[in-house]
């Protein structure tokens, strides 16, 4: 503050006479400005002179300390049962429980980070991601394993199956590992409860798909014979199964919560306790806030078509010094004569065409009973 400015104001309110136009003309103030800090002096003294606060006196969106305490309490509440408990999540609990007055997810927000709860990161840039969803209930099941250990340490698998329109949790199975059995075992679970899918989708692991080696695994056999169709996702790229790796981590975070389970019965138990919550209790930011079930259950569920047709595909194999190629599990036996040559097998569901350079050697039907195909009573194809 100038001190002849502020001597000049404290002269005219004690009564004495200045020119006051000549005075702020020479400093570029205007009269009113002057006349308001004599007016201020007048009231307050010295402390007229003082630089106030520009904030507002009143704050209508500011909430009082129950607020903020039922924040802090909410996001306890989902750290505690293992859920995610950002603004978002809180919002949805605190709005589940008809808390009033209700804050927004930005107030929320700051109630968390004025008290330490979370760290201010600089605003990113978002990613544009194009997201894909089938259009229907049960168009498209992702299927996948992840690692659990055991109370004792022994590790086993968590097999778990989601509806690709409403992320639903159709199966949450525990199994001893990521084997054929166990993973028809949960998948005939999901059909008992939600009816049959249209396709299934997963990795490329031996337990779901063969279809990136040349070949057709006990599962994809099993779901050929229900009319259901089968998608691998191309290898090394996770992301086709995204939804499925995203929903592993929600199960993982709700396991850490808990004490490991001592045993597959109890793990079972567990899992079944999350499923209920998953899909009928916690919402979902990709659902709009609705809960997978309630996603599930909005639309009509679509089914496989009834013109089965087997999965198809091509593979080659090399001819080993005995004459025999691996294939889906076998060992065909073409005989010694092609030693050494590569054969092109041509296959549906268990059907077999075999070629040698241009010619067909073989036609067949997979035994499943055995593993040597001998091929006795079929009569190999020869050029004409």
Known sequence: MDPEFVAAVARVAAGEKINISGFCRDRGISRGVFHKYVTRFKAEGVDGFIRRSTAPRHHPTAFGPEVAEAVLRARKELE?????????SIHWRLEDAGFEPLPSRSAIYRILRDRGQITPEPRKRPRTRRRFEYADPNGCWQIDG??????????VCIIQILDDHSRLDVGT???ASENSADTWAALQQAFAGYGVPVKVLSDNGLAFSGKHRGLMVELERHLAGEGVTTIASSVYHPQTCGKNERVHQTLQKWLAARPPAENLV???????????????????????GQTPQQRYDASPKTAPSTNRQAPSGTTQ??????????????????GRRWAGHTATVFWQGDRITIMIGDTVTHQLTLNR????????????????
């Not at 992840?146 to 590790?155: F, I, T």
């Not at 194999?317 to 073409?334: E, K, M, N």
């Not at 009973?369 to 004409?384: A, C, E, I």
């Open 173 to 175: 199975y525990a199994a």
């Open 80 to 88: 505690d049962e293992g859920w995610d408990n950002g603004p978002i």
């Open 146 to 155: 992840m690692e659990y250990y055991l109370a004792d340490g022994q590790k």
């Open 266 to 288: 109890a793990l079972q138990h567990l899992l079944d306790q999350y499923r209920h919550t998953y899909n009928t209790q916690r919402r979902h930011q990709s659902l709009d």
């Open 317 to 334: 194999r090399p001819i080993s010094a005995t004459g025999v190629i691996a294939f889906s599990g076998c060992s065909i036996v073409l």
């Open 369 to 384: 009973s055995v593993r040597y195909q001998r091929l006795t009573n079929q009569k190999p194809f020869t050029k004409s």
